[in-house]
């Protein structure tokens, strides 16, 4: 069974880049998987980010970008801020109608 | 504004049943297909289930497949998930989300299953 495959934890400096990847454990993740990303704080809902690859949500900041790099999908964040930190999940639709999640990155800025 | 608001969750013991529902505003519920997602306590998102706009189509996580049910009532703006045979592994707040992309989430609703 194939899995999606997230860094565990990430870390950037306050002003700063970071590029969160979603991958696969075999194959590559292409526009056709519709990589969506979701930011989510303890205790909260979740939020969505981008969809569809590269969609922005409406309200969602201009700093957070999405995108397929090489074999995956990548979830930039530019001017980290504080309350960037968090965590973020992808989904990938796999086909035959399932979507998987990956098992989440946790951000910390600092 | 849109919005989505699940109720139902609660305490069960293990073989019972609950049924949750989403009530959905804000957009035309009826175009959009939906999809159920769980987060047991302290783990990852989870993908379970998602309805096609008008109920043609159903796909569901292997684990819940013949226990859990999804359905939707377009003339109520409403999603709902019938689970049944609950296990304590099912313990986990349920959300539901607007199209196959997750583009919208509601707040969630927690189900726990213990004796």
């Known amino acids: 069974q194939t899995v999606v495959t997230q860094e565990p934890s990430f870390s950037v400096s306050p002003g700063g880049t970071v590029t969160l990847t979603c991958g696969l454990s075999?194959?590559?993740?292409?526009?056709?998987?519709?990589a969506s990303w979701h930011q989510q704080t303890p205790g909260q809902a979740p939020r969505t980010l981008i969809y569809n690859t590269n969609i922005r949500s409406s309200g969602v900041p201009d700093r957070f970008s999405g995108s397929i790099l090489g074999n995956k999908a990548a979830l930039t964040i530019t001017g980290a801020q504080a309350d960037d930190e968090c965590d973020y999940y992808c989904v990938l639709n796999m086909g035959s109608g399932i979507w998987v999640f990956g098992g989440g990155t946790k951000l910390t800025v600092l | 504004e849109m919005q989505l608001a699940e109720s139902g969750g609660g305490l069960v013991k293990p073989g019972g049943s609950l049924r949750l529902s989403c009530a959905a505003s804000?957009?035309?519920?009826?175009?959009?297909?939906m999809t159920w997602v769980r987060q047991a306590p302290g783990k990852g998102l989870e993908w379970v289930a998602n309805i096609k706009h008008d109920g043609s189509e159903i796909n569901y996580l292997d684990s819940v497949k013949g226990r859990f049910t999804i359905s939707r009532d377009n003339a109520k703006d409403s999603l709902y998930l019938q689970l049944n045979s609950l296990r304590a592994e099912d313990t986990a707040v349920y959300y539901c989300a607007k199209s196959r992309g997750l583009t919208y989430w509601g707040q969630g609703t927690l189900v726990t299953v213990s004796s």
């Open positions: 804000g957009f035309t519920f009826s175009s959009h297909w």
């Open positions: 075999s194959g590559s993740v292409s526009s056709s998987y519709y």
